[in-house]
């Protein structure tokens, strides 16, 4: 199984900050990375597919980076609605793999 | 607008059977793959597997033996069945819809419904 490993498990950080979430994957994935948010019961939402393609609606401070292994999710400028869990998700081979999630908490 | 629906038991006795139905509207089960994701509380999210309309089916190995999932065209729905359950399954099982093209990311999912194994 491809392995997903993202950093931080959780961080902190105040309304406007840039805020830089990591997603490793065990072997070469190509751009078949995404990124979801996840509020407190609620299910997923897709915000990035294709390692940088951005989903329709989700505000453009929301942008991704990378290829192969390594991956960035990005927020330019916190946003009080931004404050959730996010996964990545690799899409490469079977079986599908989620990393183990960060939590953007309130600073 | 796709939506889906999950419905089914919430409470399932240890060693017995979890039945899920996912109900789609807004758009024909005969597209795309089908998927069933789920995450016990508190933790992350763990991929079950997904069917096509035409009944093929693809589970994580982690699950295998104890999955199956089938399909009903005519009322736009898929299910999930898993055997032998023990606490661990306790989580909340969401059903997804992973697009052909887009990274075949999971575009549309279901609320989600908390299942919990305990006799």
């Known amino acids: ?107 | 607008q796709v939506q889906l629906q999950e419905s089914g038991p919430g409470l399932v006795k240890p060693s017995e059977t979890l039945s899920l139905t996912c109900t789609v509207s807004g758009g024909s089960i005969n597209t795309y793959s089908w998927n069933w994701i789920r995450q016990p509380p508190g933790k992350g999210l763990e991929w079950i597997g997904y069917i096509y309309h035409t009944g093929r089916t693809s589970y994580n190995p982690s699950l295998n033996s104890r999955v199956t999932m089938s399909v009903d065209t005519s009322k736009n729905q898929f299910s999930l069945q898993v055997t032998s359950v023990t606490a661990a399954d306790t989580a909340v099982y969401y059903c997804a819809r992973k697009c052909g093209s887009d990274s075949y990311s999971f575009d549309y999912w279901g609320q989600g419904t908390l299942v919990t194994v305990s006799s």
């Open chain 1, 1 to 107: 199984d491809i392995q997903m490993t993202q950093s931080p498990f959780s961080l902190s950080a105040s309304v406007g900050a840039r805020v830089t979430i990591t997603c490793r994957a065990s072997q070469n994935i190509t751009s078949f990375l995404n990124w979801y948010q996840q509020k407190p019961g609620k299910a997923p939402k897709r915000l990035i597919y294709g390692a940088s393609s951005l989903q329709s609606g989700v505000p453009s401070r929301f942008s991704g980076s990378g290829s192969g292994t390594d991956f960035t999710l990005t927020i330019s400028s916190l946003q009080p609605e931004d404050f959730a869990a996010y996964y990545c998700q690799q899409s490469y081979k079977s079986p599908l793999t989620f990393g183990g999630g960060t939590k953007v908490e309130i600073k």
